[in-house]
């Protein structure tokens, strides 16, 4: 079994919703990434017997206590009185930590008032560690083989101290089981309907390897974890349950890695050397915004119309009066237009284009509220398709863009 | 003595690192702005035994305890098996819950499966809050005077429960004080500064009125929070704070209600009977997805011309070659031309244009990461000016909205 830590965040600001806590999602990834599993994560606020509860909690489940936070010069910074009471020794103050203090402080040209001279104030039997990044160091205190390691909570005073000083001694200390994750990300299919999919191949996994299922948005992403001793196995099993996996959901798998669908657009259309446009009604720019997110899309995004009203729809994109009269905006026949005409006026290899009724407003008896068209364009010709979302705006509109993405990365791979 | 709550938030995929715990921060500050204080957070994995005694733990402590995750479909999905135990209760099939599964995949034209109709299985004794936004229902359930709320761990689904359902519930059965919220919204200003020209106003507040400050990417929020038993006496001083507050920062302050920034640009377009178009470069269509992300925005959004290629900011645009090889598409000249020319193209009242650099790649020596330029166009004149932003490229494109999006409103109340 893999050694268990758990998280401690200390700060009411985070009780309150006033500062979300970005720190202990990115120490359990360190952690994660040397074979340490994070068994749980707890927010207190700064109060005395909240925070001895937690610690003594923790002790009990856990080998390793890792606690963010608290550790300022402020009357309501406590990790280090607590801590000391918890292990029942005195406070002293440490002589090197002072001195590295007056050192900071000589350097910045400012004088040490008493607050800042706390700062070098410890529990007796701590291990110091320097904090090159900050005035409060950090702690390391053991009992009953667990460790409690005191951080501060600033991101990246906390970040370096993990790195240069808690990482490689929590790796140095505790004997690792090797874990190994895979990503799978998928689109176009619900979490249901993926595990209906997928239930014969799930029964047949080997008891170390086992299957998440993370749905978002549209998309769900399917966790692999395999978890031993000997990686380079590990890694090889994974691989080969997944390539049982892939022919099973293949036309739903935009990745066999972690990245957005977006990016893999991009890698693809990298690849093939190709260039895209958009005519974005309904999407409002939103699938234009998720392109360009990507770094360097520059090199094949060629850029966009969001003709919004009727007439930019004709004058921007030349869409035909009559088509627009005849059908309507939200129709098979102005779609293709719009991915036909914006290929044609940017010179691009494949255009996408959608219209359709994002709401609260504008629903007909025909079209209700979250009805899409969506066409995509190259030179194999043009592929249009409606969708009914029927969510909300901001929803629908993040539902039609993820859609044409995924109907941009099928007419990639496809040829 | 405010009640308290706690938060448990399930799910390996947290834990491990893989997936940023956004819910837990946004619950606290619901809770907040009605007077319940949220004493701790607690992040387990899917696993039986950790949840049961998270549970246990809570009881002990807190009146509300609201279990996010866990409520899916499949295997690991553990929150109602979790719960019926811990209640000492069994589990039957909703038949209303059932009907509105139904009825919700007919509609999307699916068939349900047996995991889909296991979405219906509930603790006996639970109190059904249907999910408008998904399939699985959240649950309320009662002992010893402390509430169980279990919701699913997808966000929109998670706070369309809470706004619609949970909240007032909670209010309704926990809040005795009245509490007045009034938030008022500024732009354009760092928090410190803010603090610095509020210093005075905010230590003449009475005691029961306070202030907190809520600051997001490029804006502060600032809530006024006063509490008292008389409703009305409460939102008569909490009105004539603001109106002392308002002339010290007369110029940030976009809304005085919590909307958002386009929203707030919208409702002056819609005031003035203006309408706005849009040429997006560097921001790659951002601006025009918060425009568009407004319920009602194509009475004035006419749409946008995205040139992200030199050749579409010639062709679609009608930027000079002349100026583009002279003086580069990050430039006052390029810029000028495409926030005049995309209101001659659309017709529209006010123009907006974005050009700049957003990163990684990109940068010049006299033009680093973060460089946009920014023109605002309309019948009295053109603006142009030159932001720095130096954050990474998805940081320097809201930034880049957002200032553009206040430069329109400024625009907009100057006249």
């Keep these: 079994m893999s050694t268990r830590a758990e998280l401690i965040t200390i700060g009411d600001e985070i009780l309150y919703g006033q500062t979300l806590d970005t720190n202990s999602h990115w120490i359990s990834g360190q952690l994660d990434q040397i074979g340490i599993r994070v068994i749980r994560k707890t927010t ?14 923790a002790e009990q489940r856990a080998s390793i206590v890792i606690i963010t936070g608290g550790l300022g010069p ?16 005195g406070m002293y103050r440490n002589a090197e930590a002072l001195a590295e203090l007056e050192e900071k402080f000589t350097r910045m040209g400012r004088e040490l008032n ?16 320097t904090n090159d990044w900050g005035t409060a160091p950090g702690l390391w205190m053991e009992r009953n083989n667990t460790v409690f390691v005191a951080l501060p909570g600033v991101p990246f005073e906390m970040k370096g101290l993990m ?9 140095a200390r505790f004997v690792k089981t090797e874990i190994h994750h895979r990503i799978i990300r998928t689109g176009g299919i619900p979490e249901s309907r993926l595990a209906e999919k997928l239930e014969d191949w799930e029964k047949q996994l080997p008891k170390h390897i086992k299957l998440a299922y993370l749905p978002t948005l549209a998309q769900v992403k399917l966790r692999l974890t395999a978890t031993g001793t000997d990686i380079q196995k590990l890694k090889a099993e994974a691989e080969a349950e997944i390539q049982k996996l ?64 009727y007439e930019m729809k004709e004058s921007a994109l030349g869409v035909k009066n009559e088509t627009l009269n005849t059908y309507g905006a939200v129709s098979e026949e102005t779609i293709t237009e719009m991915a036909e005409n914006v290929c044609r006026l940017t010179g691009a290899s494949i255009g996408v284009a959608t219209s359709g009724i994002a709401g609260p407003g504008g629903a007909t008896p025909d079209k209700p509220v979250g009805t ?16 009914i979302f029927m969510k909300e705006r901001k929803i629908n509109i993040q539902l039609g863009a993820i859609a044409a993405l995924n109907m941009v990365r099928s007419r990639l791979v496809e040829e």
Tied chains: 1, 2.
């Excluded at 207190?44 to 909690?57: H, Y």
């Excluded at 001279?117 to 560690?129: C, F, I, N, V, Y």
């Excluded at 899409?372 to 969708?387: F, L, M, R």
Aim: aromatic share 8%; hydrophobic share 40%.
């Design 163 to 171: 790195e240069k000083r808690v990482l490689p001694a929590l790796q």
């Design 114 to 129: 008493q607050l800042n001279k706390d700062q070098a104030l410890m529990p007796e039997g701590a291990t110091k560690m």
């Design 246 to 309: 892939l022919p099973l959901i293949d036309k739903y798998v935009f990745a066999t890695e972690n990245i957005e669908l977006e990016a893999r657009v991009g890698e693809l259309l990298r690849e093939q050397h190709k260039t895209i446009a958009c005519a974005e009604s309904c999407t409002g720019g939103y699938i234009s915004h998720l392109i360009t997110s990507v770094p360097g899309s520059s090199d094949y995004f060629l850029g966009s119309i969001i003709p919004y009203s």
């Design 44 to 57: 207190i606020p700064d109060e005395r017997t909240q925070i001895l509860t937690a610690f003594a909690e």
């Design 372 to 387: 899409i068209w969506i066409a995509v364009s190259d030179a194999n010709g043009t592929e249009a398709k409606k969708y």
């Design 74 to 89: 402020t009357s309501d910074d406590l990790t280090k009185p607590c801590l000391a009471e918890f292990f029942g020794v």
